[in-house]
């Protein structure tokens, strides 16, 4: 009797073992461009996450808009989008946290005209439809750009579409510009021969945000502080070994070499938590878009901000509230 009760309970504790030794999961939302498609590629970030017993899982989305709804949705984790997104996302409930930033890349984005087009500057784009990813990065270039310009939003006509969508639109002359960003944006130039009217040069700084649902980095914030440094080291290696990095995104992308190395070649690394200055540009695009009413409510922008208690170091200091 005491030898079969002896043999019960090690079939239980046996369970129990089992049960908690079932690996974590990590999924992460990523798109045609930036570093996390190379990290995917490179799978040292599911090499170091096993030593935690985190299985990592990748889903790819056309644009930032559909990739913060996933999160929003309990879908996905963790991933990156340009500035606008968030900001869309936080005014409609989304309970996510901006974790880190990669720096500014401003000509990664562009509003694009034919190469024959008769439109010489951003003023002519007046009455005219200009295709884009509604919420994304370029949503705030083509406002500022606008604004050089002396117009507004409510100047032109914006043909919401996905980035597959806005090319053929812009490709069968259906809009009179497209605004969009890499490695769209160098296809469109390589193979279209397209114009580009302005980037965000002067204008914008393009930062690349990564994001989490706070539910998983309040959970989990020994898992996002390495994924946040597998980033940064896979922008160093990047920055080293660009005709590596070219070699093994290209075909990932369905893209020529000679276009996505123009595309890594626009991009910004060096992920960081986010300083002060940078929580304040992404709180001036709030602003910007809440005035215009593209958004319905105002939004503070710190109290969505990763701030991991037990950080140490520079970047700590930097973000301190």
Same mark, same amino acid.
């Given at each position: ?16 073992? *089992? ?23 490179? %799978? ?19 644009? %930032? ?35 880190? =930033?990669?720096?500014?890349? #401003? ?25 884009? =990813? ?71 700084? =393009? ?31 990047? *920055? ?13 992308? %369905?893209? #020529? ?30 602003? *910007? ?23 140490? %170091?520079?970047?700590? *200091?930097?973000?301190?509230?």
């Amino acid at each position: 009797m005491h030898i079969r009760i002896l043999f019960i309970g090690l079939v239980i504790l046996l369970g129990l073992g *089992t049960f908690q030794a079932r690996a974590e999961s990590l999924r992460i939302g990523y798109q045609k461009y930036g570093t996390l498609v190379l990290l995917k590629a490179r %799978g040292q970030l599911e090499s170091r996450l096993a030593a935690r017993n985190v299985q990592v899982q990748w889903f790819e989305f056309p644009g %930032g808009p559909q990739l913060l709804e996933a999160l929003n949705a309990g879908a996905i984790d963790f991933g990156t989008t340009g500035e606008a997104p968030p900001i869309f996302a936080q005014a409609a409930g989304a309970d996510l946290l901006y974790v880190a =930033n990669e720096p500014p890349a #401003p000509a990664g984005e562009a509003i694009l005209v034919q190469k024959n087009a008769s439109i010489p500057s951003v003023a002519e784009l007046k009455g005219k439809k200009v295709a884009l =990813n509604k919420g994304s990065n370029v949503h705030f270039l083509l406002v500022r750009a606008l604004e050089e310009a002396g117009l507004s939003i409510r100047d032109i006509t914006p043909v919401y579409l996905p980035p597959a969508d806005g090319r053929a639109a812009f490709e069968s002359g259906q809009v009179a510009a497209w605004a969009i960003w890499d490695p769209f944006q160098a296809a469109a130039e390589q193979q279209l021969q397209a114009r580009t009217l302005r980037d965000g040069t002067g204008l914008v700084a =393009n930062h690349q945000f990564y994001l989490a649902a706070r539910h998983y980095a309040d959970r989990h914030p020994e898992v996002i502080r390495t994924l946040i440094q597998e980033i940064r080291d896979t922008g160093a290696w990047i *920055t080293r070994h660009p005709e590596e990095a070219t070699a093994l995104v290209a075909p990932l992308l %369905g893209l #020529p070499a000679a276009i996505t190395r123009i595309s890594i070649a626009r991009q910004g690394y060096g992920a960081r938590l986010l300083t002060p200055e940078v929580i304040a540009a992404q709180q001036r695009i709030a602003d *910007t878009f809440s005035a215009l009413r593209l958004i319905p409510k105002p939004l503070n922008i710190r109290n969505a901000v990763w701030m991991p208690e037990t950080e140490q %170091g520079p970047e700590r *200091t930097a973000t301190a509230r």
